[in-house]
């Protein structure tokens, strides 16, 4: 069973500081990795993808990507209360079809 | 604007009855997916279809049935059978190589 594990949260930051979201996957053949964000009520919309080793900037978001360690992150510089949701890391294993594998998601709140 | 265009928003469903969700995309994508969501848990893949007429099951499909006769358009109905449905439920497109786009989602709630 291919897993993607993240921690719930939730992560409790100040306004301004460094948000870290940690995520860690099983299946070693995968390929791509996205990170979404979602409010509350609403869909998931997509961040960041990245697809290899390294880091991966793009404004105020940093995707970092680790094969050897099964690990990817995302940071989140200067956070701001809107960036107050659940950020779902999702991973594609490859295969040619595109199923994408899920994490439940982390609890980010960015209080003033 | 192009996007995905999931309708209902808000559907009830009653004991032993039929409902369908419906999906339509006009961002020409050919892959199409249908994930549903419970609190606290990942979004799970439940059929998907790389090409009209053409569908395969995902990791939880029973109880559930699509069909794929247009490019733009993916209904999933969830059936009597499915035991437990009240969920959220994702409809996304795939565009390469960028992810998935989704839908606004409509809530399934059990009456």
């Known amino acids: 069973q291919k897993e993607v594990e993240q921690n719930s949260g939730p992560l409790s930051v100040p306004e301004g500081a460094i948000a870290s979201l940690n995520c860690t996957y099983s299946d070693r053949g995968s390929q791509s990795f996205f990170w979404y964000r979602q409010y509350s009520g609403k869909s998931p919309e997509l961040i960041m993808s990245i697809y290899s080793n390294g880091d991966k900037e793009d404004g105020r978001f940093t995707a970092q990507l680790n094969k050897a360690s099964q690990y990817v992150s995302l940071l989140i510089r200067d956070s701001q209360p809107s960036d107050s949701a659940t950020y779902l890391c999702?991973?594609?294993?490859?295969?040619?079809?595109?199923?994408?594998?899920f994490g439940a998601g982390t609890r980010l709140a960015v209080h003033p | 604007d192009g996007g995905i265009t999931q309708s209902p928003k808000y559907l009830f469903r009653k004991e032993g009855q039929n409902v369908t969700l419906s999906c339509e995309q006009n961002?020409?994508?050919?892959?199409m997916y249908w994930y549903r969501q419970d609190p606290g848990q990942g979004l799970r893949l439940i059929y998907y279809?790389?090409?009209?007429?053409?569908?395969q099951k995902g990791d939880i499909a029973e109880g559930y049935s699509v069909s794929r006769e247009k490019k733009e358009s993916f209904p999933l109905t969830v059936t009597s059978a499915q035991k437990n449905p009240t969920a959220f439920y994702l409809c996304a497109s795939w565009e390469s190589p960028g992810g998935y786009t989704f839908g606004s989602g409509t809530r399934l709630t059990v009456v």
């Open positions: 961002l020409n994508h050919d892959a």
């Open positions: 999702a991973v594609n294993p490859g295969g040619g079809y595109n199923k994408l594998i």
């Open positions: 279809s790389q090409i009209v007429n053409d569908f």
